[in-house]
């Protein structure tokens, strides 16, 4: 079946540093795609998404690569800070109503 | 910010037994979905939910499995007769015009069979 995966479960990058977490999907269909964070004992929260028409969206210290034709995702988190340190979800909406989540990465700062 | 309201934050139950897990949505917003995650495993899509009717829903999403939105504010999800693998948290989440939208979750709520 169809499903999106992360390459890593766990990353720890030094304070102040550049973190990039990457996810593969393997729904050719799939046309939104979205990053969750989320810190431990709470609900997923909303970082950044970008459709398929796109190849790159920026916000706040974060950016989304979309790559369609190997069917990459990543997100880029420029400057860490203590507060980023959570599991990362990528998700995707594949041409019907459900997200789909990958396992996640768990990003770690270190101080 | 608006949130998305869980309650309540934490529920043990017996094995057999009915619970209803409760959300409160944000308030302009029309499509409503609950999902589940087990203990150290990914986010799962259990049912989505809009113009109070079911658009979708999950193999997990079985005859046990019910949500309605009784009172036009509230949206429920009832599990009749719980198991023990259905100990997981469970989130609510909705958007304000559809599925290709950001999707506010709430907290969630800790199930625990016993």
């Known amino acids: 079946g169809e499903s999106v995966g992360l390459h890593l479960p766990t990353l720890s990058v030094q304070e102040g540093d550049n973190s990039i977490i990457n996810c593969a999907y393997s729904?050719?269909?799939?046309?939104?795609f979205i990053w969750y964070k989320q810190e431990s004992g709470k609900g997923p929260q909303f970082i950044i998404d970008?459709?398929?028409?796109?190849d790159k969206r920026q916000g706040q210290r974060v950016t989304v690569l979309l790559n369609k034709t190997v069917k990459h995702l990543s997100l880029q988190i420029a400057a860490t800070q203590p507060g980023d340190s959570a599991v990362y979800f990528c998700?995707?909406?594949?041409?019907?109503?459900?997200?789909?989540f990958g396992t996640g990465t768990r990003l770690t700062i270190i101080p | 910010e608006p949130e998305v309201t869980q309650t309540p934050s934490h529920q043990v139950t017996q094995m057999g037994q009915e619970v209803i897990l409760r959300c409160v949505p944000i308030?302009?917003?029309?499509?409503f979905y609950w999902y589940r995650q087990i203990l150290g495993q990914k986010v799962e899509f259990l049912v989505s939910f809009y113009n109070n009717e079911i658009s979708e829903k999950s193999e997990i999403f079985d005859d046990q499995f019910s949500v309605e939105r009784p009172d036009g504010s509230n949206f429920t999800l009832k599990i009749r007769s719980t198991k023990l693998e259905d100990s997981a948290m469970y989130f609510c989440a909705t958007t304000r015009t559809g599925p290709n939208t950001e999707a506010f979750f709430g907290q969630g709520t800790r199930l625990t069979v016993v």
């Open positions: 970008i459709r398929s028409n796109m």
């Open positions: 998700a995707d909406l594949g041409g019907n109503e459900k997200l789909t």
């Open positions: 729904n050719s269909a799939s046309d939104y």
């Open positions: 308030s302009n917003h029309l499509y």
